[in-house]
Structures are given as structure tokens and as C-alpha cells.
């Protein structure tokens, strides 16, 4: 199946050097934008597998401004980007993107960062978490679970939309688990590390939940964070 790719740069020199590498590789370019707004329309309209957004876009909304509507829709995307200044590298922090592309690329450079990823990203989507509660079977992509929840003898599974109590205990629950995405900050919390927007002294933050964390086990969740940026 050919992967949907929805270009945002608004270089056109480089937009349509994208495109040819893309489409050399079995792509389809849905469409390529110049502007936040642009790029809008098209998610509206079309459907995209995944995005390259450049993070230096011109006008009153930038790449990560639209990188974060495509964090609430769940959207992958790769960041395209120069040299960023501080407050620019805080903001991109605050998103969720598969990785980044460093501008000036070349041909191979490009597909060959795109490509890799973008299997791995697709290998852990499959991944598909049963888990039965109160008579009914869920079936949950491990990558929309937010985290692992300690409650008793039993164990709560947060997800993107639900909270379900399961009756086995959190070690059991989390043995269960596929992916290699998942840290335990406290030993009443099992977490997705792809879902984390913040990391604090004694807390960590999945956009507005609030999840306690191990002073000693701080370190080990940033190699951990630093190594997936």
C-alpha cells in the first residue's frame, strides 16, 4: 500500500524536491503547502498517511503550530529544519513528532530518514492490546494507550478516549504489552513514553494528567526521551 505524504515548506525549490524523492520511492504527494492555513485545507479535504512540516513557515502560524493540531488528531509527521533558535526548540518540545530531518539534505539522506522510521512507526501501530472487562473484549493500538494505572489487585488502562478496570494487577497488565515505548516512573504507573509532554523534578505530564516520578528513575526517562527525539 502507498503511503499519503502532505508536504508543508514554503521553499519551493525544496517542496518539489520532495516530491520527486517521494514519489521516486513509491510515495504520493497528496498535496504541499506554503502556509499554516494552506496546510489546513488540505488536511480538511484529503487524508494524509503522514506529514513533513517545516518548522520555520512565514505568517502568523508556524510548522508546530500545525504539528500540534495533527498531536490531537493523531496524525504522524516529520519535522523539516534548519538551525532553531531556543525558544523555537522549547516550543517543538511540546510536540510528538516521529523524527527530523535536518535541512540541507540530499536525496538518499532524505528517504533513508523518512523510510526507516516511518516502518518502525507503521510495525508498532499493528500492535493491538486485548483486554476483557465486565464481559466485554477491548481492542486497543498500544500506541493510544496513555498509561498503566495501579489500583489494589486490579489495574486501570487509560486510553485516548477511555478508562478501562481490568481485573489482573498492574505487573500482569504491563507484561502484556508489545512495545518497548512503555516506562514505569513510579511503580503505580506504567507509561507511554509517546504520550509524555513534560518532565518536572517529581512529576511528568501527559498533556493536563499529572503522573508521579521517581527521583531515581529521572535520569533513565530522559536518556530515554533524548534518545527517541
Not at 105 to 128: D, M
Not at 205 to 225: T, V
Request: glycine content about 4%; some cysteine; charged content about 25%.
Amino acid at each position: 500500500m502507498k503511503t499519503n505524504f502532505l508536504v508543508i515548506e514554503d521553499d519551493p525549490i525544496i517542496s518539489n524536491t520532495i516530491k520527486f524523492i517521494l514519489e521516486s520511492n513509491n510515495g504520493v504527494v497528496i498535496g504541499i503547502a506554503k502556509d499554516f492555513e494552506t496546510a489546513v485545507g488540505f488536511l480538511n479535504s484529503k487524508k494524509p498517511d503522514v506529514c513533513l512540516i517545516d518548522i520555520n513557515l512565514k505568517g502568523e502560524f508556524d510548522g508546530i503550530d500545525f504539528a500540534m493540531e495533527l498531536d490531537k488528531i493523531q496524525i504522524p509527521y516529520f519535522y523539516l529544519t534548519a538551525q532553531t533558535d531556543h525558544l523555537t526548540i522549547e516550543k517543538v518540545h511540546k510536540t510528538n513528532p516521529l523524527g527530523y530531518i535536518v535541512k540541507p539534505f540530499t536525496k538518499a539522506g532524505l528517504w533513508s530518514s523518512i523510510s526507516v522510521v516511518w516502518q518502525k512507526h507503521l510495525n508498532e501501530k499493528e500492535k493491538i492490546f486485548t483486554i476483557k472487562s465486565d464481559g466485554y473484549i477491548y481492542k486497543i493500538p498500544e500506541n493510544d494507550i496513555l498509561f498503566l494505572e495501579a489500583f489494589d489487585n486490579y489495574c486501570y488502562v487509560h486510553s485516548e478516549n477511555k478508562k478501562i478496570l481490568v481485573p489482573h494487577t498492574l505487573k500482569k497488565v504491563k507484561s502484556q504489552l508489545q512495545g518497548n515505548h512503555f516506562f514505569s516512573p513510579h511503580r503505580s504507573y506504567y507509561v507511554n513514553t509517546k504520550k509524555i509532554t513534560d518532565i518536572g523534578q517529581t512529576t511528568i505530564h501527559l498533556n493536563s494528567i499529572s503522573i508521579s516520578l521517581s527521583k531515581a528513575k529521572r535520569p533513565e526517562l530522559l536518556k530515554i526521551i533524548e534518545n527517541n527525539s
